[in-house]
Nanobody, 122 residues
Framework: QVQLVESGGGLVQTGGSLRLSCAAS????????MGWYRQAPGKQRELVAT???????NYADSVKGRFTISGDNAKNMVYLQMNSLKPEDTAVYYC????????????????WGQGTQVTVSS
């Protein structure tokens, strides 16, 4: 009912930049938060950054000052500008959203995209 589609991953050298995009579509009444998570090989999925519909942001300590999350509420999109990339940023990046599909339904936070690979070479 709700689809999240990421784009913008790729291969970049250390110190380079990438911009990820995520579009939410389907049966959406409202979105209250969107975010980015990442999972490196052999590691658990971890939070990268989130942004609420009101514009409040939260970042993992490891990306503060290098990554910037932004959103477009009208388009149900979220972006992640990644600068000064490091090899340890290499991971599959996943988009997540908190969605209400009807006015009286509860918020659900288990909507995920398929992921986009980010590889930073040293």
């Amino acid at each position: 009912q709700v689809q999240l589609v990421e784009s913008g991953g790729g291969l970049v050298q250390t110190g380079g930049s990438l911009r990820l995009s995520c579009a939410a579509s389907g049966k959406i009444f409202s979105i209250n938060i969107m975010g980015w998570y990442r999972q490196a090989p052999g590691k658990q999925r971890e939070l990268v950054a989130t942004i609420t519909s009101g514009g409040s942001t939260n970042y993992a300590d490891s990306v503060k000052g290098r990554f910037t999350i932004s959103g477009d509420n009208a388009k149900n999109m979220v972006y992640l500008q990644m600068n000064s990339l490091k090899p340890e940023d290499t991971a599959v990046y996943y988009c997540n959203a908190g969605v209400k599909i009807m006015p009286l339904s509860s918020w659900k936070y288990d909507y995920w995209g398929q992921g986009t690979q980010v590889t930073v070479s040293s």
